[in-house]
């Protein structure tokens, strides 16, 4: 068997474990994973807080890194992603009452990417406007900055499941009337 067979066939199974053949989720599924696990020995003293803008600097660079080991890992698939992204958001003209459900539909059904990708976005988010917040406010980091990180990801994976199972009542009532 060649190396290149070897990886393939490993490749399938990863696939099959991730259960997604969109490498950006695989993306935010991992940074999330790592930093969920990271925020958690900052908190518990394990490791030591970053402080000051290089903690937000330093979320940067593990999504930074985490992308660039999936890259190296699957190209293939991340130049498909990319590539279908980008058609999809040309072909979207605006976000009508139509796309706000089909992205609620795609949340109930894929619960656990869509948790990631929304703490991913939201964790860039906060880095940028804390790294070039430079005059206004200083940012501190530390422990608490960490504490908040898993404090978000609680009150994210929460909201989705409070939609899940908002949504499992709502089918529980369409079927039988007499509830």
């Not at 999330?32 to 990271?38: E, G, L, Y």
């Not at 948790?115 to 976005?121: E, K, W």
């Not at 990180?149 to 007499?178: G, H, M, P, Q």
Request: hydrophobic share 50%; charged share 20%; glycine share 4%.
């Amino acid at each position: 068997m060649t190396i290149k067979k070897a990886v393939d066939k490993i490749k399938k199974v990863f696939h099959w474990i991730i259960e997604d053949d969109n490498s950006l989720i695989v993306i935010c599924e991992a940074f999330t994973i790592v930093t969920v696990i990271n925020s958690y020995m900052m908190v518990s003293g394990t490791d030591n807080p970053k402080i000051g803008r290089f903690a937000y600097i330093h979320l940067l660079i593990r999504l930074a890194i985490v992308s660039v080991c999936v890259v190296i890992w699957d190209y293939e698939s991340v130049f498909q992603a990319i590539k279908k992204t980008l058609t999809t958001l040309k072909n979207i003209k605006c976000i009508s009452k139509s796309g706000i459900k089909k992205i609620y539909q795609n949340v109930l059904a894929h619960k656990f990417a869509s948790i990631c990708i929304v703490y991913t976005l939201s964790i860039v988010m906060i880095c940028l406007v804390m790294i070039f917040s430079s005059g206004i406010y200083v940012p501190k980091g530390g422990e608490g900055l960490y504490f908040n990180l898993l404090l978000l990801f609680a009150f994210i994976s929460i909201t989705v499941f409070f939609i899940y199972i908002s949504e499992r009542i709502k089918s529980l009532f369409r079927r039988n009337r007499k509830l």
